[in-house]
């Protein structure tokens, strides 16, 4: 502690780092460092949950990444994100209480090297979400006192709300981001329509100038035929970029996708997760845009679960026909209303608008075991005699 300064007087100090400042990683790891001067920690790095829940991502300066290492950039949330180390009251959690436990030789040897036995947890949290945690490695003893408990625990709530707060200023954008691709979807679509039609009707009159010997006026209409030609293909090349971003999340089929998201899952968050086919699930021909969209919502949904539903299982159903696609989603935890989810939560949002983007649609229910069923439906009729190949592959 700085003498002289009380550990309410330093929470508002941190408290204001953060508002206040415009660099939000800058920000962040000053409001950290005054953390590590305060306790007297040697480190202190900050792992933070990414948006699927199931990685570690470490945020730290410079020095302390070279401390720790590449090995240490991430590291799998099932390792570490589980009792003692994170408890249900977000309370800070010191190393010195469970040496010689199992949890402790449960964690990685070199993990245990820096974090050292008298490292602390500060558990970052907010709006009930575990984001993550600060680790306050000491070179010395130090004890948890009540009042460091206190006083660590406010501080993995300031931090939370900040990062909370840039979170959903993210997941804003993104729902942004996707109804203007939307927008400019339907504009391309009526753009390219247009401009098939004007070549179509600049033909006819080229064959009627043909025929009246007109050589001048066909030289003219060779050139603005050209300049058409010239137009729909960058029109063309405009909407198959956008296209390819989703092949590479899609690489491999749809289905195949699904599955090693699934097993990942349960590997992971040791959390039972199984995959049911029906329909023509041997013949997968899932359209592109419709296979990326579907896969974000499952990657939503699986996070969810995660985060949120206390499940003991969860269950991913595919049914695929000719005409139509359904993905749903199924866990036996807590359930929960959609109508009752405040704004700033923004994934069921993001999933109504991902589905729309291929006329598709995203509901939620409760399921047979009371938990929550995500069930997300398009049609594939619209893409019908669409070359897949030709929007993953082909350069227009």
């Known amino acids: 502690m700085v003498r002289g300064r009380s550990y309410l007087a330093e929470l508002v100090r941190i408290n204001d780092t953060l508002i206040w400042s415009h660099d939000r990683t800058d920000s962040y790891l000053e409001a950290v460092e005054i953390v590590r001067e305060i306790t007297g920690a040697h480190l202190a790095p900050t792992y933070l949950l990414d948006q699927h829940g199931d990685l570690l991502v470490l945020t730290a300066d410079d020095a302390e990444r070279a401390e720790l290492g590449d090995a240490f950039a991430t590291m799998p949330a099932h390792e570490h994100v589980r009792a003692p180390w994170i408890n249900s009251e977000e309370w800070p959690v010191s190393a010195a209480d469970h040496q010689g436990t199992q949890a402790w030789e449960d964690l990685p040897e070199g993990f245990r090297r820096w974090f050292g036995p008298w490292g602390v947890v500060v558990s970052i949290h907010a709006d009930g979400r575990h984001l993550g945690a600060v680790l306050l490695c000491f070179d010395h003893p130090y004890r948890l006192t009540a009042r460091r408990a206190e006083f660590l625990a406010a501080v993995g709530r300031i931090l939370g709300s900040a990062l909370y707060r840039w979170q959903v200023g993210g997941r804003e954008r993104e729902l942004g981001a996707l109804e203007e691709r939307r927008r400019l979807g339907d504009e391309l679509h009526v753009d390219l329509s247009q401009q098939v039609a004007t070549i179509g009707l600049h033909v006819g009159a080229m064959r009627l100038d043909a025929v009246e010997g007109d050589l001048t006026r066909l030289s003219d209409d060779i050139e603005r035929l050209d300049e058409l030609a010239t137009g729909l293909k960058r029109s063309l090349r405009h909407q198959m970029l956008g296209l390819r971003a989703d092949a590479s999340l899609v690489e491999g089929g749809f289905l195949e996708q699904v599955r090693t998201h699934v097993e990942t899952f349960r590997r992971q968050f040791d959390i039972d997760a199984v995959l049911e086919c029906t329909g023509d699930c041997e013949d997968d021909v899932t359209p592109l845009p419709v296979a990326a969209q579907l896969l974000r919502v499952l990657q939503e949904a699986l996070a969810n679960v995660q985060l949120h539903?206390?499940?003991?299982?969860?269950?991913?159903?595919?049914?695929?026909?000719?005409?139509?696609?359904?993905?749903?989603?199924?866990?036996?935890?807590?359930?929960?209303?959609?109508?009752?989810?405040?704004?700033s939560r923004l994934g069921v949002a993001i999933m109504r608008e991902r589905m729309q983007q291929v006329d598709g649609s995203v509901t939620f229910s409760r399921g047979s075991a009371g938990g929550t069923r995500v069930i997300a439906d398009a049609p594939l009729r619209w893409l019908a005699g669409s070359p897949r190949l030709l929007a993953v592959g082909a350069e227009a």
Do not use: Q
Not at 320 to 335: A, P
């Open 309 to 343: 539903a206390c499940a003991d299982s969860v269950t991913v159903r595919v049914r695929l026909t000719s005409t139509h696609i359904r993905l749903e989603v199924e866990d036996d935890g807590n359930g929960f209303d959609p109508t009752s989810v405040p704004d």
